[in-house]
Nanobody, 126 residues
């Protein structure tokens, strides 16, 4: 079975950092990335990583978040620095098998995601 499993969430104070991991079991890292969903809000794209290495970050996280992957271990990472309260959300690992992450309005659209992880909670206190 193809499974995406996130880990690394937790609670930090504003200005702190966390690193999320997504282990892809039975799944070859393809076009992948991260979404997040805050209470009462729609799920939004955080960062998309195409198979050719192209990345697209949401404006709200540019300069603070960095996506990377370990192809040998089949793990996707999200390094999150200088966190603020607005980053509080459940973070989801996601994958799409198209030629690239399908972007709508400049950002990866959740409607085209084919595989989701269960999510990991990130809570930032101010």
């Amino acid at each position: 079975a193809q499974v995406l499993a996130e880990s690394g969430g937790g609670s930090v104070q504003a200005g702190g950092a966390l690193r999320l991991s997504c282990r892809a079991a039975g799944y070859i890292l393809d076009n992948m990335g991260w979404f997040r969903q805050a209470p009462g809000k729609e799920r939004e794209g955080v960062v998309a990583l195409d198979r050719d290495g192209r990345t697209t970050y949401a404006d709200s996280v540019k300069g603070r978040f960095t996506i990377s992957k370990d192809n040998a271990e089949n793990i996707l990472y999200l390094q999150m620095n200088n966190l603020n309260a607005e980053d509080t959300a459940v973070y989801y690992c996601a994958a799409e098998s198209a030629a690239a992450c399908t972007r709508v309005g400049g950002m990866w659209s959740a409607a085209y995601v084919e595989k989701w992880g269960r999510g990991t909670q990130v809570t930032v206190s101010s």
